[in-house]
């Protein structure tokens, strides 16, 4: 269960914790890679990886900062070949008790972002195994009254090394607000 929060800006939102949400920029990528780094879950991507993704997608990412800090992020895109599909690529944020499900709200405030933009869709892929994001996925979905599909999008065996199958959670259409 996540704690409402203000309605989502494109930049400069305050959560109740003092978490300021705001666009990313070239130079957030070490933090942003250091934080990668330690998320298991997230396959590695060099730095800079993140700083080119912040210079040329910053305005469908974002960060959250606490004094000043990268405590999450979100890397998200708008579908080239369907522009009403936001694709969220990675999310992950520091694990700390006084910041109960950060990294869940970072990612309903960049989604709700896209969706304030004309987005109907919001897709992510989740390798099996990661309840963690498929609960984050459900309750996101069930709270704007929206399905979500499944379906294989890579199978593990297209993968060099030990890698899960690849699953593509769709969410949406999302009903007319």
């Given at each position: 269960?996540?704690?409402?929060?203000?309605?989502?800006?494109?930049?400069?939102?305050?959560?109740?914790?003092?978490?300021?949400?705001?666009t990313p920029r070239?130079?957030?990528?070490?933090?942003?890679?250091?934080?990668?780094?330690?998320?298991?879950?997230?396959?590695?991507?060099?730095?800079?990886?993140?700083?080119?993704?912040?210079?040329?997608?910053?305005?469908?990412?974002?960060?959250?900062?606490?004094?000043?800090?990268?405590?999450?992020?979100?890397?998200?895109?708008?579908?080239?070949?369907?522009?009403?599909?936001?694709?969220?690529?990675?999310?992950?944020?520091?694990?700390?008790?006084?910041?109960?499900?950060?990294?869940?709200?970072?990612?309903?405030?960049?989604?709700?972002?896209?969706?304030?933009?004309?987005?109907?869709?919001?897709?992510?892929?989740?390798?099996?195994?990661?309840?963690?994001?498929?609960?984050?996925?459900?309750?996101?979905?069930?709270?704007?009254?929206?399905?979500?599909?499944?379906?294989?999008?890579f199978p593990a065996?297209?993968?060099?090394?030990?890698?899960?199958?690849?699953?593509?959670?769709?969410?949406?259409?999302?009903?007319?607000?």
């Amino acid at each position: 269960m996540t704690t409402a929060l203000p309605t989502p800006g494109p930049s400069g939102r305050t959560t109740q914790w003092g978490v300021q949400y705001r666009t990313p920029r070239p130079a957030d990528a070490p933090a942003v890679w250091r934080l990668a780094e330690r998320t298991a879950a997230l396959d590695p991507n060099g730095p800079h990886h993140y700083a080119l993704w912040f210079r040329d997608f910053a305005d469908t990412s974002l960060v959250a900062t606490l004094d000043e800090e990268v405590v999450g992020f979100v890397t998200g895109y708008r579908r080239p070949e369907a522009p009403d599909t936001y694709f969220v690529w990675q999310y992950a944020a520091v694990a700390r008790f006084a910041l109960p499900f950060l990294d869940a709200e970072l990612f309903e405030a960049a989604a709700d972002r896209e969706r304030a933009r004309g987005a109907r869709y919001v897709e992510t892929t989740a390798g099996t195994g990661s309840q963690g994001l498929v609960t984050v996925l459900e309750q996101y979905a069930r709270g704007r009254s929206a399905p979500v599909r499944t379906a294989l999008l890579f199978p593990a065996e297209r993968f060099p090394a030990a890698h899960a199958d690849e699953v593509l959670y769709r969410i949406g259409p999302f009903p007319a607000s």
